[in-house]
């Protein structure tokens, strides 16, 4: 009977996957590296676009997009069965466990067996329908959570690797790059994020992390490089009371690099990619 259940359950998962024309992945092998705010704003604005989007986050003992998109602690509607993912604006549906747990500050202390099991139950009970693409934000690392979805999702269209410009992410960076080409996944890109930041003040630059790190990691790894993300404290704040930055501020410089970034992701997607800016 046990088996039967886990049977079932691994073909809703492949049903559910195979309506959904590309499953694209963002991850950084080591945290606080505004991963999810890239996740985050590329989902967005693939929904701006017109393109039904999915974001789900995998991160379960950090999950941060329900507060990023303003939908944390929000009840899902269910029938029983199947969960309802939240509308998050026009054509964006999301998930996350920061949405699902009543008490956002409650720690999920759980091992990796359950871990797996609420992963998969992300993508076999949850009512994602036909989508264009669903944006994947995976926590820091190369453990449970990022293997266990790249082996649920085996036709996995490809991964983003987001990083700073100092030598520890940029190493952390090729340990992420190099897990990808062992389990199977395209590397769509490196991006490099939190460059430099323009001082209110006297208008001077400050590399706050270094700078071009990110795009020589991506060289010598022979992977895309996507860009690199300027900082701004708008885009943090924005995070904080869960409001999609490139969406408010498109012609601020980090919404325009992220815009550049997806851009040149979607070139190797050409379904999604129609040949103009996103």
Not at 34 to 55: C, E, M, P
Not at 242 to 269: D, Q, R
Request: some cysteine; charged content about 20%; overall charge neutral.
């Amino acid at each position: 009977m046990h088996k039967v259940h886990i049977d079932h359950r691994e073909s809703l998962v492949k049903e559910n996957m195979a309506r959904i024309g590309h499953k694209i992945l963002v991850m950084s092998n080591k945290g606080g590296v505004g991963k999810s705010t890239i996740a985050v704003n590329f989902a967005a604005l693939l929904a701006s676009r017109g393109l039904k989007t999915g974001l789900l986050d995998i991160d379960i003992h950090g999950p941060s997009v329900a507060r990023m998109t303003a939908q944390e602690g929000r009840t899902h509607a269910s029938d029983g069965e199947f969960i309802e993912p939240i509308e998050v604006m026009p054509n964006l549906k999301m998930i996350s466990l920061g949405s699902l747990m009543r008490k956002g500050d409650a720690p999920a202390i759980w091992r990796g067996p359950l871990k797996r099991g609420v992963l998969k139950q992300f993508l076999s009970d949850v009512k994602w329908g036909d989508l264009d693409a669903l944006v994947i934000d995976a926590p820091p690392g190369t453990g449970d959570e990022p293997l266990t979805i790249c082996q649920l999702i085996p036709e996995m269209t490809g991964a983003v690797v987001v990083t700073t410009g100092q030598e520890v992410a940029l190493l952390d960076s090729r340990k992420a790059v190099n897990f990808l080409k062992q389990v199977g996944v395209p590397v769509l890109g490196v991006l490099e994020n939190m460059t430099a930041f323009c001082c209110p003040h006297c208008s001077k630059e400050i590399d706050l992390f270094k700078t071009g790190g990110g795009e020589r990691a991506a060289i010598e790894l022979g992977v895309p490089f996507l860009g690199s993300v300027p900082f701004d404290p708008a885009m943090v704040d924005a995070g904080d009371v869960g409001k999609i930055y490139a969406v408010e501020a498109p012609s601020a410089p980090p919404s325009v690099a992220i815009v550049k970034a997806l851009s040149e992701v979607l070139k190797n997607i050409p379904s999604l990619y129609k040949g103009e800016a996103v």
